[in-house]
């Protein structure tokens, strides 16, 4: 099989508004797990490029790295992504059957940055992919395998709403049941609560990357173990995600920062070094120039986070932490998921 086209790819990185944390396993097999998320202005983008010379050629432009394999040369790459896509794609869509093509991709927030960032860019190399193939996958196939390859395959540690978020876009209230059973509910949140809520939001980057797998596992630990406090904390941010649906549909943004202080006292009992200094510093920054609550995006320990403002006080807000070190701005929301086209 040759194509003859590019083909492009993109998917939408996400903020985790409410109940990050309990779509991993096992607290979601147990108890069952409920995120609410939004995606925003900011992609993993992935192009698929013919080649005459049926070799294969991964290139991440944004971290610099690229890698040419020849025809049946073994795949040991370095951009594990990129290999365990195109692995796990030509193995079940292709018969086994290599296809020469480059792989170029780039990303609008680095690694770890608590965005849901390597997830979307699977959710993106899973898409170009199927348009590649012609392999016949809507939206909760491409969410389910992304997290195959990346969880299983791969063995990367993390939960399941990121590939969710990437590959369907918009307001999502998305429960996580047991037998890998997913459930995404859009939300219809009116054009003005949207504007509202778009208006209130800031997010800043720390400045500061992280690997999330050692929280990650530290709070898995805890589930495994019924630790009372990461138990306890976990099924704190279930009932937030709950009722910060329900705040957010009414539009209540004061409610909604409400919960989200909250949610970041509890999110930071499931393990530790969720939080560090720099980011207690920049939340304490945060409030004291307008903010009406903050938290970290993502598993914690660096990255971005994301904070509730009137709008009003939201240029003074995005100042104060610019000021501070960190890379603050207004955040756009997104209302389509993963998209793939030929050019």
Same mark, same amino acid.
């Given at each position: 099989?040759?194509?003859t086209?590019k083909?492009?790819?993109? +998917?939408?990185l996400?903020? #985790?508004?409410a109940?990050?944390?309990?779509?991993?396993?096992?607290?979601?097999?147990d108890?069952?797990?409920?995120?609410?998320? /939004?995606?925003?202005?900011?992609? +993993?983008f992935?192009?698929?490029?013919?080649r005459?010379d049926d070799r294969?050629?991964?290139?991440a432009?944004?971290?610099?790295?690229?890698?040419?394999?020849?025809?049946?040369?073994?795949?040991h790459?370095?951009?594990?992504?990129?290999?365990?896509?195109?692995?796990?794609?030509?193995?079940?869509?292709n018969?086994?059957r290599r296809?020469g093509?480059?792989i170029k991709?780039?990303?609008?927030a680095p690694?770890?940055? #608590?965005? =849901?960032?390597?997830s979307?860019l699977?959710?993106a190399?899973?898409?170009?992919?199927?348009s590649? $193939?012609g392999?016949?996958?809507?939206?909760?196939?491409?969410?389910?395998l992304a997290?195959e390859?990346?969880r299983i395959? !791969? =063995? !990367?540690?993390g939960?399941?709403?990121d590939?969710y978020?990437?590959?369907?876009?918009?307001i999502?209230?998305i429960e996580?049941l047991q037998?890998?059973?997913?459930?995404?509910?859009? $939300?219809?949140?009116?054009d003005?609560?949207c504007?509202?809520?778009?208006? %209130?939001l800031v997010v800043?980057?720390?400045?500061?990357?992280?690997?999330?797998a050692?929280?990650i596992?530290q709070?898995? /630990?805890?589930?495994?173990t +019924?630790n009372?406090?990461?138990?306890?904390a976990?099924h704190?941010?279930k009932?937030d995600a709950?009722?910060?649906k329900?705040a957010?549909?009414?539009?209540?943004?004061?409610?909604?920062?409400e919960i989200l202080n909250a949610?970041?006292k509890a999110k930071k009992?499931?393990?530790? =070094?969720? %939080?560090?200094?720099?980011?207690d510093?920049l939340?304490?920054?945060?409030? /004291?120039?307008?903010? $009406?609550?903050g938290?970290?995006?993502g598993?914690? =320990?660096?990255g971005f986070?994301?904070?509730l403002?009137h709008?009003?006080?939201?240029?003074?807000?995005?100042q104060?932490?610019?000021q501070?070190g960190?890379? +603050?701005?207004?955040a756009?929301?997104?209302?389509?998921g993963?998209?793939?086209?030929?050019?």
């Open positions: 099989m040759t194509f086209r083909i492009r790819a993109r +998917a939408p996400r903020l #985790g508004l109940g990050g944390g309990t779509d991993l396993s096992p607290y979601c097999d108890f069952g797990g409920a995120v609410l998320n /939004a995606t925003i202005d900011r992609y +993993a992935a192009s698929f490029l013919p005459d294969v050629v991964f290139e432009d944004d971290i610099g790295v690229s890698e040419a394999f020849e025809p049946n040369a073994p795949l790459a370095e951009l594990v992504l990129h290999r365990g896509v195109y692995e796990r794609m030509i193995r079940d869509y018969g086994g296809i093509m480059t991709t780039t990303v609008d690694a770890g940055s #608590g965005l =849901g960032s390597s979307a699977v959710v190399l899973v898409n170009g992919m199927r590649v $193939l392999a016949p996958l809507g939206d909760y196939d491409i969410a389910h997290y390859i990346e395959d !791969l =063995g !990367l540690s939960g399941r709403q590939q978020a990437a590959a369907f876009g918009g999502n209230y996580f037998n890998d059973r997913v459930i995404v509910n859009p $939300l219809r949140v009116s003005a609560i504007n509202e809520l778009e208006s %209130s800043c980057f720390s400045g500061r990357s992280r690997s999330s050692a929280i596992d709070q898995t /630990a805890g589930m495994k +019924a009372h406090d990461t138990m306890a976990m704190k941010l009932a709950a009722e910060m329900r957010l549909l009414v539009g209540d943004i004061d409610a909604m920062a949610s970041w009992a499931t393990a530790q =070094g969720v %939080s560090t200094g720099a980011l510093q939340f304490d920054i945060a409030m /004291a120039n307008g903010a $009406l609550a938290k970290v995006s598993a914690g =320990g660096g986070m994301f904070f403002v709008p009003e006080n939201r240029h003074r807000l995005i104060s932490l610019d501070a960190g890379q +603050a701005s207004p756009k929301l997104t209302h389509r993963c998209e793939t086209w030929r050019y």
